[in-house]
């Protein structure tokens, strides 16, 4: 008789045991419409590329973010939406309303993303290794070697890079 109720209460420890490292294993979904941010983005991006005078130089490297491992994905996930919220949207200066418009909605959805990031952080630990550091650290570098309204500039010029990688590393994928 206690070898049956040890066979159900071993199966259900199994089981929460299993959910657990699953949990630990997901990526933090950031449930924000990612169409309507690139909607917006490519809306004023001919503005910007027009604007842009350093077309050679790049401040956000696309081989750069596809080198971060998946366990610093959430590290530099929120570095980067810190960095564009804290420098890049405010370094920026532009006269056209409607593009001031359009990055303030930009604005606005990153900081949406980075506080839905922050919530999911409650649930697990989001630490940063020498490489998400260092990650992150050659971006402001890139920054700062350009005068600033440039690399303001610049950096919203690039948005499409961080997009399309916060696109594949926090939304949820269709089933095939």
Not at 5 to 10: D, E, I, N, R, V
Not at 26 to 55: G, P, Q, W
Request: charged share 20%.
């Amino acid at each position: 008789m206690k070898a049956q109720c040890a066979s159900p209460w071993l199966l259900g420890m199994t089981f929460i045991l299993c959910s657990v490292h699953i949990y630990s294993l997901r990526r933090c979904l950031i449930s924000v419409d990612m169409r309507l941010i690139e909607k917006s983005f490519h809306e004023i991006k001919r503005a910007l590329h027009t604007k842009d005078t350093f077309k050679n130089v790049t401040i956000l490297s696309l081989e750069n973010l596809r080198s971060i491992k998946p366990g610093d994905v959430c590290c530099v996930t929120n570095n980067l939406l810190t960095f564009y919220r804290d420098r890049v949207f405010k370094d920026h200066q532009e006269t056209s309303l409607e593009v001031v418009r359009r990055i303030s909605n930009l604005a606005n959805s990153f900081l949406y993303m980075q506080r839905t990031l922050e919530q999911c952080q409650v649930h697990r630990q989001c630490h940063c290794s020498q490489e998400a550091t260092n990650a992150t650290r050659i971006i402001h570098d890139n920054y700062s070697q350009l005068e600033v309204s440039s690399a303001a500039l610049k950096s919203l010029g690039e948005l499409n890079i961080l997009l399309a990688w916060i696109d594949r590393n926090h939304q949820e994928t269709p089933a095939a």
